[in-house]
């Protein structure tokens, strides 16, 4: 049985190594790209979405999405991490696919409502697109299977704040949203994607192995491994997307804990999430009726690792 996915997503040179592994993953069929702001400005993350698909050379709907947050202002898009044009600077000029006809939060509902109790969301990007489909179709926790996001930080420090983490600052309220429904949630968050490190030494292994597609992956790191470099001080770069699609299909390789998670929305912890296990007592109330979520609190990184390579090396 293949997993039905949809992945909802701001391309981001992270988003393209997860996007390109689901699409070659025989356990995996993607239903669909639906796009957010996040890493770059929404026109531009659908712009790659397209690219990416094309390049992939498979047929796959993508819908264009929210291009901000829901009450707070767009935060600056994160040029130093993943270029201006999001893609470490190799995102083509032009694209020959375009858009399907639904917003990307119709295009959500509708495969749910087609495919119920089936389909697995994967959110790599702000968490807009899902709260807004949340809004509009209360019901959708009972139509999906499962949400599998990446974002937040439960022990760890964040990555763009100290509490907070890129995918949930840049949309607090969204992720709230999402954490308070009634639905089943795995939770990658920095925990686990911390563990997972991406050296160039893989990358280059990863050129020689995975055909056009590595070698694409690898152009566009370039930019990644410069920013961990020269910023973090890290000579390997974090594997945050590709963790959550790998999860879907492999949880083995990760640990974690039931838990119920809130999101701060606003003070200079905006964006952090606070997970309580649901072995915990807790004398506040606001922490029962949310959404169950499998915290990922580790991962065996070199796993993760050397099965991306396996997929991408298939065939
Ligand atoms: C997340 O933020 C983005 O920059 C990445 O694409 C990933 O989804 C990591 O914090
Ligand atoms: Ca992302």
Not at 129 to 134: E, F, H, P, T
Not at 282 to 301: F, H, I, K, M
């Amino acid at each position: 049985m293949t997993e039905k996915i949809i992945i909802d997503t701001d391309p981001g040179i992270d988003d393209a190594f997860a996007i390109f592994y689901a699409l070659r993953s025989s356990e995996i069929e993607v239903l669909g790209l639906t796009t957010v702001y996040g890493n770059a400005p929404i026109a531009q993350t659908t712009h790659n979405a397209l690219a990416l698909v094309e390049r992939a050379g498979v047929a796959c709907p993508v819908a264009r999405g929210a291009e901000g947050p829901l009450e707070i202002e767009c935060r600056p898009y994160p040029a130093m991490v993943h270029g201006e044009d999001g893609m470490g600077g190799v995102s083509p000029a032009t694209v020959s696919g375009s858009v399907v006809e639904e917003h990307a939060v119709d295009f959500i509902i509708q495969a749910a409502r087609a495919n119920p109790g089936d389909v697995t969301l994967v959110p790599i990007g702000p968490l807009t697109n899902i709260a807004l489909a949340l809004q509009k179709e209360p019901d959708l926790p009972k139509l999906i299977k499962r949400v599998v996001l990446m974002g937040g930080a439960a022990n760890a420090n964040g990555n763009v704040t100290p509490a907070a983490e890129a995918n949930i600052i840049d949309d607090p309220e969204a992720a709230e949203i999402v954490f308070a429904a009634d639905w089943e949630v795995a939770m990658l968050g920095l925990d686990a994607t911390h563990d997972v490190k991406l050296t160039r030494e893989r990358v280059a292994v990863l050129a020689e192995k995975g055909g056009d597609l590595g070698a694409f992956l690898q152009q566009a790191s370039a930019q990644y491994f410069a920013f961990h470099q020269d910023v973090v001080g890290l000579d390997f770069c974090h594997f945050h997307d590709p963790s959550a699609l790998i999860y879907c299909v492999r949880p083995q390789f990760f640990s974690a804990q039931a838990s119920s998670v809130r999101v701060v929305t606003q003070g200079f912890a905006a964006g952090k999430t606070i997970a309580k296990p649901n072995t915990r007592f807790t004398a506040q109330d606001g922490w029962d009726n949310r959404a169950r979520v499998e915290v990922c609190l580790s991962a065996d990184g070199p796993a993760v690792l050397d099965h991306y390579l396996h997929v991408m090396s298939a065939g």
